[in-house]
């Protein structure tokens, strides 16, 4: 289904076509949808692609919150979400965005579930139980969602566990595809006339394998767990110039290890951890429609902010480490949004956003000669500003005309700054030092100019072609989606000297589309 009213397709999966697509991640559920593509990195790992977009472009949330995991920096990362709970799901592109943070340059993915219940269920309660069987992998999939209340309060608890075998192929089965995932949810609200406040916890566990070639002799599996608090609210006031109140709030602790079998001694070791502490806030508060010269505007002003503690770290060669002490970063943002009604058919939209990004962890400065791999501290300080406009005109025949054009800008994350090091389960070869020409593994790199403010990314895998072939990738088809669309990205340098320059990654983009019913051009 796609929303004609809004400025940009906003895509709404339905429970019923949430239903209708059964998988074990989120990616694969939405990668039917025009437009959408996914990493399908592995059947217990795939993330959403927007428009070619992915990784850092692309903001993934649940109840309004970010998941605050890993997936956006390796493929064979998991989004800790399962469809199971998942009630509505919104892919949001153009001015909206920009609500949500500078990483939604490519769109939003927003899961929305009852786990924080916004009203009483209809008779006080409600429960909706589900199981099913898949033959392809003789896997097997059920849970439960129970709502009850009375009086002002309601009560929501959930849980399900997924369990798949290696799946088969034309050519046989393929080793090390399994996925075994479980998860639980305890939520509560007070409810009442003009409004509601709750908060849940829940409970993620994965373990999975990353097929290629080689999988079957080093077994490389993800064992993922992540749990998490967060707080939603809403108070309707319909005074005082303002329509409504609404907050959330979340809390993450995330980790899983990176687990390969080591022929040597014969048993599984923990190659990497990865660890993420995450934080996040925001407020919105929406003001009354009033009647302007130009017609009725209606927006919403707020702020947001978020707090990131990221470690990556490998057990047996600590010097090795991906992402070593832990980096960490902190944010703050302001933002407006506003539509205007110019007539019964024409509307216009616009939004901006102001973000203050602070950053500091371990870097290597490739620019030394004598040992381009020597780690230091180093702080970075980033002040991304984005804005967007969106006109809407109804034509006759139920057609419908949006033209869009947005700038924005967005601040590295803490991995693409202080990256260095190996990670393991995005390889088939079991790795070797770093100086070893033969190693199959990736080694990934965040740069950091050393007494300098200057910041750079630089990916590199020295795997052999017959190990670089066996690893996923992500398909071709995904980069060709823009649809009616221009896009344009670069790379912003100050006019400082060559010693004191910073970057963020910039997009300017235009789209324009035609039509009817929920057709897209």
């Not at 990004?357 to 040992?371: A, F, I, K, N, Q």
Request: net charge neutral.
């Amino acid at each position: 289904m796609v929303d004609d009213e809004t400025f940009a397709a906003v895509t709404v999966l339905t429970p019923g076509e949430i239903e209708s697509q059964p998988a074990p991640n989120i990616g694969d559920v939405i990668a039917q949808r025009p437009g959408i593509a996914a990493s399908t990195f592995a059947p217990g790992a795939s993330r959403p692609i927007i428009r070619g977009l992915d990784n850092y472009r692309v903001r993934i949330q649940e109840n309004g919150i970010g998941t605050h995991d890993v997936s956006a920096l390796s493929e064979d990362h998991a989004v800790p979400i399962d469809p199971f709970a998942a009630e509505r799901v919104e892919i949001i592109r153009g001015p909206a965005v920009l609500r949500y943070g500078s990483q939604a340059i490519g769109g939003v993915v927003d899961v929305s579930n009852g786990r924080i219940p916004d009203a009483m269920p209809d008779g006080g309660f409600s429960a909706v139980a589900k199981g099913g069987l898949n033959s392809v992998d003789r896997g097997s999939d059920g849970g439960f969602k129970v709502t009850t209340g009375a009086g002002n309060f309601v009560l929501y608890a959930d849980a399900f566990r997924r369990q798949t075998q290696d799946y088969d192929t034309p050519l046989g089965r393929q080793p090390n595809s399994f996925v075994d995932s479980s998860g639980y949810s305890l939520g509560g609200s007070f409810v009442w006339r003009d409004g509601f406040a709750g908060v849940s916890y829940s409970r993620f566990s994965s373990l999975y394998g990353i097929p290629g070639e080689g999988a079957a002799e080093e077994r490389p599996r993800i064992d993922l767990q992540q749990e998490k608090v967060q707080s939603r609210g809403e108070w309707r006031v319909r005074d005082y110039g303002i329509e409504a109140i609404r907050y959330w709030l979340g809390a993450t602790r995330y980790g899983h290890n990176e687990v390969v079998f080591d022929t040597d001694a014969a048993s599984d070791i923990i190659g990497t951890r990865f660890t993420n502490r995450e934080h996040e806030a925001r407020m919105e508060v929406q003001h009354q429609a009033f009647t302007t010269p130009l017609g009725v505007l209606r927006g919403a002003i707020g702020v947001q902010w978020g707090e990131k503690r990221l470690r990556g770290f490998g057990v047996d060669e600590p010097v090795d480490g991906l992402i070593d002490p832990a980096a960490r970063s902190e944010s703050v943002a302001a933002f407006l949004f506003e539509e205007l009604q110019l007539s019964r058919d024409l509307k216009l939209q616009a939004a901006g956003r102001v973000e203050s990004t602070r950053s500091r962890g371990t870097g290597v400065d490739l620019t030394d000669p004598v040992d381009p791999l020597t780690p230091f501290e180093a702080r970075h300080s980033f002040a991304p500003k984005s804005a967007s406009v969106g006109l809407l005109y109804q034509l006759p025949l139920g057609i419908v005309a949006r033209l869009t054009g947005q700038y924005t800008e967005r601040a590295p994350d803490v991995a693409e700054l202080y990256s260095k090091g190996v990670h393991r389960t995005s390889a088939s070869k079991r790795p070797r030092p770093l100086n070893s020409a033969s190693s199959a593994r990736a080694a990934h790199y965040g740069s950091t100019q050393r007494h300098s403010r200057r910041a750079m990314k630089i990916s590199s895998s020295s795997a052999s072609p017959a190990s670089a072939a066996a690893t996923p990738s992500t398909p071709a088809a995904s980069r060709t989606n823009w649809i009616s669309s221009y896009s344009r990205s670069v790379t912003r340098h100050s006019a400082a000297s060559n010693s004191r320059r910073s970057w963020m990654s910039c997009q300017s983009a235009v789209a324009c589309s035609v039509s009817r019913g929920s057709m897209i051009s």
